[in-house]
């Protein structure tokens, strides 16, 4: 099975990536997880980048903060699919990482998922893999089919409170 690469700009940033880390976790799929800035250590980053595709990985989640261009600077150096993670962190609330993240000029493409998304940066890896890989299809059926019943459950005891 293909690896998934998550990158974070900082360590700082480690309390929301490591929900990236623990829904991969709880699909199965291999992961490897490192702090590349794409300022601080550029060096480091294009070196994992460029060689990507022939160690294994699949996909890579790129979460970064502020002036976010981690995730581009990644998808620079690699055609395996980069999905953008902008952190809330800074005076902006992320909006600043938002922007950055999401506006890719034509030609080298960024998936962008919502400000600390890390959730859904996990979730889209999984459904990538999952376009060749059976057991991950089902596995994300299953997550559906749990979560659908988590929810009508709860309709059904707010209902059962409120409705006569
Ligand atoms: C970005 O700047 C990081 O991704 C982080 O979100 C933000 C702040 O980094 P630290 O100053 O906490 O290392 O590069």
């Known amino acids: 099975m293909k690896k998934i690469a998550v990158i974070m700009g900082s360590d700082s940033d480690l309390p929301v990536v490591s929900k990236a880390a623990d829904t991969l976790k709880s699909l199965g ?5 490192h702090v590349f ?5 550029p060096e480091e980053a294009k070196e994992f980048s460029a060689n990507a595709r022939k160690n294994g990985f699949g996909a890579i989640i790129a979460a970064a903060g502020m002036a976010a261009h981690l995730a581009g600077a990644i998808a620079a150096n690699t055609t395996l699919p980069v999905i953008g993670i902008p952190m809330k962190s800074g ?5 600043d990482a938002l922007l950055s993240t999401v506006q890719m000029p034509s030609g080298i493409p960024v998936a962008t998922v919502a400000v600390d998304g890390a959730v859904n940066a996990a979730l889209l890896c999984a459904e990538i893999l999952a376009v060749t890989d059976d ?7 299953a997550k559906r089919a749990a979560d659908t019943a988590k929810v009508l459950e709860k ?10």
């Open 91 to 95: 005076n902006l609330g992320g909006i």
């Open 135 to 141: 057991v991950i299809a089902a596995k994300l059926d």
């Open 155 to 164: 309709n059904k005891a707010v209902e059962d409170q409120f409705n006569i």
């Open 37 to 41: 800035s794409a300022h601080r250590t």
């Open 29 to 33: 799929i291999p992961f490897e997880m």
